[in-house]
């Protein structure tokens, strides 16, 4: 668990860097260092549940960095979950070995083993929210995110099963959620996100707590 605590810490630390210099360079008239600046930070808890996976508890960050319009804000994203294979997804995989394995002496047996799944991801993302006008906020956001995804197992370790596993890949997701504001600098984040990675889904509930840095330029009130 430090090992992947350490490699979430240096993900985020990457968004945080390429974001910046994003803002610094200026790719189009709209994203410009004027209108991109860290206006928040946040750090959510929640469950998700991966496809032939077990639920499995997920930690996520993210920063704000300002409007891309009067109603689109640009975030960047990070989260780290630890699962297992479900027991009826090894059962098949062992049963199918069995039956493609010949064995006239039958002394070579096939142990169900477990199998446990890693998932990094480093995202970017538009979030649509309006003004602040309420202390109450829904939203609606997609995006784009980077899966580093690693499997570890007796029964797959140096497999072509393995390799398939281990893998970095890109997907989409979409969110819903509320921001509840009742002060300046602090609110709280609850959410529904979907992901889809090749064929790989998987649906997550989170909350967690925000802190706004505050109006740090008149582009973005």
């Known amino acids: 668990m430090e090992r992947s605590t350490d490699l979430l810490a ?11 210099s994003l803002g610094a360079q200026g790719l189009t008239k709209r994203l410009t260092v004027d209108s991109l600046q860290l206006s928040m930070l946040s750090i959510d ?9 077990e639920p499995a508890p997920i930690l996520g960050l993210s920063a704000d960095y300002g409007r891309v319009s009067s109603t689109l804000r640009l975030r960047l994203e990070a989260s780290y979950w630890e699962s297992r294979l479900t027991d009826d997804v090894i059962r098949t995989f062992t049963d199918s070995l069995r039956r ?6 039958l002394d070579d047996v096939v142990s169900p083993s477990r199998v446990t799944l890693y998932d990094v991801m480093m995202g970017v993302g538009l979030r ?5 006008v ?4 829904p939203y609606v956001g997609a995006g784009i995110g980077v899966h580093i995804i690693n499997a570890e197992g007796p029964i797959i370790d140096g497999t072509f099963v ?3 596993f281990d893998n970095i890949s890109t997907g ?7 921001v509840l504001k009742p002060l300046p600098r602090f609110a709280v984040d609850g959410r529904v996100r979907a992901d889809l990675v090749n064929g790989f889904r998987a649906l997550s509930v989170r909350a967690g707590g925000v802190y706004y840095f505050g109006p740090l330029r008149r582009t973005d009130p």
């Open 172 to 178: 989409l997701f979409v969110e819903s959620g509320v």
């Open 10 to 20: 240096c993900v985020v630390g990457v968004a945080l860097f390429a974001a910046q």
């Open 45 to 53: 808890y929640g469950a998700i549940r991966p496809s032939q996976s």
């Open 162 to 164: 393995e390799r398939l």
């Open 100 to 105: 493609i394995i010949r064995d006239p002496s």
């Open 128 to 132: 649509w929210l309006p003004r602040q």
């Open 134 to 137: 309420t202390v109450v906020q």
